[in-house]
């Protein structure tokens, strides 16, 4: 079975403030891939990342960074200098080999007020 | 815009009744997702077609159904209604045939709500 857990529920941050949002997942495949996935309150759902198993490189788009340990099965997502309009729902997803279901964990609503 | 539009965009019905939802994946994607998010159950996966046939089963009722035409479009049927069926349901799609294979491009949804 995969999970993927996203203790935090709620952040709010003031702009400017660097913020992380935790994703813990499990799987027992050695072949599976990561997510972030990004819902405005406009409400579409905007693909933000996607990464391997076998690739642990962190990555830094702009502000944004992830962050990937096997070790601690954790994929986390770092905003640097928040800004008003990174305020949305982040989800953490997972899927494991080609053509297995996508699963979502329950989603972290970040607030950045000015 | 993700180039995948779904409608309606809401929709209000009663209990008992079937409604349809219907989905046009980005041009040029074989695969269409179905996703229903709700406030307990969170995003949940329902089904995937590719190129016109089911490809992978999720958590989806009996009561629901979907398929996808030649053209590529997909329709959401959903019949006997119940209050718990409220959701914003989410179409998605991609080039190709699995969902670890690369990004879903997803419709702004269709919001449900069954009174």
């Known amino acids: 079975a995969q999970k993927v857990t996203q203790a935090q529920t709620e952040i709010s941050v003031v702009e400017k403030e660097d913020v992380t949002l935790d994703c813990v997942y499990e799987t027992r495949d050695t072949t599976y891939y990561l997510f972030w996935y990004k819902q405005p309150p406009s409400g579409e759902l905007v693909f933000l990342i996607r990464?391997?198993?076998?690739?642990?490189q962190n990555e830094i788009s702009g502000r944004y960074s992830w962050n990937f340990q096997k070790s601690t099965s954790s994929f986390n997502f770092t905003i640097t200098a928040s800004q008003v309009v990174d305020s949305a729902v982040y989800f953490c997803?997972?899927?494991?080999?080609?053509?297995?279901?996508?699963?979502f964990g329950k989603g972290i609503t970040l607030s950045v007020r000015p | 815009d993700s180039g995948v539009t779904q409608t309606p965009k809401h929709l209000i019905t009663a209990t008992g009744q079937r409604v349809t939802l219907r989905c046009s994946p980005r041009?040029?994607?074989?695969?269409v997702y179905w996703y229903q998010q709700s406030l307990d159950q969170g995003l949940q996966f329902l089904i995937q077609y590719y190129n016109g046939e089911e490809r992978a089963k999720g958590n989806i009722l009996e009561r629901f159904s979907a398929q996808q035409f030649p053209d590529l479009h997909s329709e959401l049927n959903l019949s006997s209604l119940e209050l718990g069926d409220s959701a914003l349901y989410f179409c998605?799609?991609?080039?190709?045939?699995?969902?670890?294979?690369?990004?879903?491009?997803f419709g702004e949804g269709s919001r449900l709500t069954v009174l």
């Open positions: 041009s040029g994607d074989l695969s």
């Open positions: 997803a997972l899927v494991t080999g080609a053509n297995s279901k996508l699963t």
């Open positions: 990464r391997n198993s076998f690739d642990e």
């Open positions: 998605a799609s991609s080039p190709r045939g699995g969902q670890g294979t690369g990004e879903l491009f």
